[in-house]
Structures are given as C-alpha cells and as structure tokens.
C-alpha cells in the first residue's frame, strides 16, 4: 500500500499571500495524483488531477506540480473560501487509492 | 445537474452490519463507476472500495475485505455498501463518490454523506 504523507499539518498564511503545500509518496505514483478540498461539514471537492490539471470549474490561482514522489499544490493568493483542509490520492497502485493526512489552511 | 444523494444516519451496535445507498440523477448511472470512502471524525479519507457500474466489476480495499460488500442496481441508479461486524472506531461518515469516468480513479462528486455511529 502506498503511504501518502502531507506537510505541514497547518498551514497559517494571510490572505492575499500563497500557500505551498507538499505531499510525498512513499514510492513513485508517476503524475497519478490528484487534490481536494473539504471544508467543515462539507464532502470533500476536487480540485486537481493528473498532479497538475484543474478540475472543471476550479480557479487558476490553484495549480498542481510535480511526479514521482513529490508533488505540490499552490493557492497563488488566498481568498477567504479556500482557507479549507486540503488532501492529497494516489491513484497509480490499487487498490486501496490512499489519501495523504491533509493540511489544514488557516488564517493568519 | 449531478446528485448524489445518500440515505440518513444510522445508530448500530458494535457487530451489526450497516448498509448504505447512494442513489445518483443528473447523468448516465453506467457511464461513471462509483466509489466509497469513508471518514472517521477529525481523520483522514479512507477508500473502501469501488465498483464498475456498468458491468458490476468490484475492488475492494483489503482493510475490509469479506466485511464489505459494494453493489448496485442500474435500474434504480444507486449504488450501496453493506458493512458487517461493525466496531465502535468505525464511527464515522461514509460517502458515496462517482469516478470521473469508468476506471479513472479520482472523484468528481460526493454524495452528502451518512453518518453511522457505532455504539452499545
């Protein structure tokens, strides 16, 4: 099973500014990685696939990086709705699909 | 547009089985697989399994193996998930969640969730 890891847990940043925010798989997933976002009481949404393309009807400030192991999401300038947990799958070995811990954005 | 609209909470006794539906609208039932992922309260996404709608093929995640069972019934449009021998930390709310196609492995809609607590 390929162990998804999420760093930091929380991510505290103004908004306005840009929020990274990593994942790391335990062994090569390729550009098969995708990222959600969940806020409280909600399902999560989906925001990127394919490590780095938008889902339909997510904004540019969000973009998605990376292959292999390593892989990044940027919210190029914080608005007050995206301050969310955000959690990254692997899809390229299943099953399980297996989610990272999430980070946690919150205001600053 | 597209719904997914699953069926309300449950109380269970630890080893009583549960089961959960997910009735879809909006698209073609057996064009999109679904999955099912479930949330333990303050924990991460966990994928229980999935199912091919079209042609019934199912995975499940080995944690549940001969504990879960995935199934659907196309002529309703909706999806279910029975799970057996429940244990209190399997507390949690349970999603139904459509693939982006047949075998594409990312979720584009969730259904609302259902909560199942799991209590003496």
């Known amino acids: 099973e390929i162990v998804m890891t999420q760093s930091p847990a929380t991510l505290s940043v103004s908004p306005g500014e840009r929020a990274t925010l990593s994942c790391r798989a335990s062994?090569?997933?390729?550009?098969?990685l995708a990222w959600y976002q969940q806020k409280p009481g909600q399902a999560p949404r989906l925001l990127i696939y394919g490590a780095s393309a938008r889902a339909t009807g997510i904004a540019a400030r969000f973009s998605g990086s990376g292959s292999g192991t390593e892989f990044t999401l940027t919210i190029s300038s914080l608005q007050s709705e995206d301050f969310a947990v955000y959690y990254c799958q692997q899809y390229n070995n299943w099953p399980p699909l297996t989610f990272g811990g999430g980070t946690k954005v919150e205001i600053k | 547009q597209v719904q997914l609209v699953q069926s309300g909470a449950e109380v269970k006794k630890p080893g009583a089985s549960v089961k959960v539906s997910c009735k879809a609208s909006g698209y073609t039932f057996t064009n999109y697989a679904m999955h099912w992922v479930r949330q333990a309260p303050g924990q991460r996404l966990e994928w229980m399994g999935w199912i091919n709608t079209d042609n019934g093929k199912i995975k499940y995640s080995q944690k549940f193996q001969g504990r879960v069972t995935i199934t659907r019934d196309t002529s309703a449009s909706t999806a279910y998930m029975e799970l057996s021998s429940l244990r209190s930390e399997e507390t949690a709310v349970y999603y139904c969640?459509?693939?982006?196609?047949?075998?594409?492995?990312?979720?584009?809609?969730w259904g609302q969730g259902t909560l199942v607590t799991v209590s003496s």
């Open positions: 062994q090569s997933v390729s550009s098969n």
């Open positions: 969640a459509r693939d982006l196609g047949r075998q594409f492995l990312v979720v584009d809609y």
